[in-house]
């Protein structure tokens, strides 16, 4: 056991001696390029809830959320390494994921700013499995459990294991060049499978 352990201590001292090597040789990024290279990117608008240590709701909004596994399924969304709602998910092992519909920009820049009871201001149910606040009138909405969490610079990716979810016939909420703006579905698409899997 002994020895075990301080292989496994080796092994965390190398990688983080290689984070540094490589922090300092590689070029790196602006943060003003990259907001605009990502601000170009059209994304949908969450709002990721859960309870914290007093059972008490808490949330914020983001726009990193994305599919990762079909089977099992799974999403990621990234949190701010310096928020209160990232600490509450590790801690409690549960979160909720409301994806906005269009109709709920409100809702968004409620939970993005403040330090007000941002569940005052909106209708919310407990979900099925952990408890965790689920918005209403959403375009869909995901419970999670907490299946990984992989620290990233300034912030964390929350890998969750989906318990239940839903979705609805509202058109999804949009943000895009630092607005939130309505999306013009096409009419037809002759190749719908394309974005899920590709080509092979």
Request: charged fraction near 20%.
């Amino acid at each position: 056991m002994q020895y075990a352990l301080s292989e496994e201590l080796c092994e965390m001292s190398r990688a983080v001696e290689t984070k540094a090597i490589l922090e300092q040789s590689e070029p790196s990024l602006s943060p003003t390029m990259f907001r605009t290279i990502f601000g170009g990117l059209p994304a949908g608008v969450s709002v990721v809830t859960a309870l914290d240590e007093a059972s008490r709701p808490i949330g914020l909004t983001v726009s990193a959320v994305m599919s990762i596994s079909l089977s099992p399924p799974l999403l990621a969304v990234c949190l701010d390494n310096s928020k209160y709602t990232l600490e509450a998910i590790k801690r409690r092992g549960h979160f909720g994921v409301n994806f906005l519909s269009g109709r709920q920009a409100e809702v968004s820049n409620n939970f993005a700013f403040g330090d007000h009871d941002k569940f005052a201001a909106v209708d919310w149910a407990a979900s099925e499995h952990a408890g965790v606040p689920i918005l209403k009138d959403v375009r869909a909405h995901a419970e999670c459990a907490v299946w990984n969490v992989v620290e990233a610079g300034d912030h964390t990716l929350i890998i969750g294991h989906i318990l239940s979810g839903a979705v609805s016939e509202e058109r999804p909420l949009t943000y895009y060049s630092r607005q939130y703006v309505d999306l013009v579905f096409p009419q037809s698409f002759d190749r719908a499978g394309a974005a899920e899997g590709g080509s092979r």
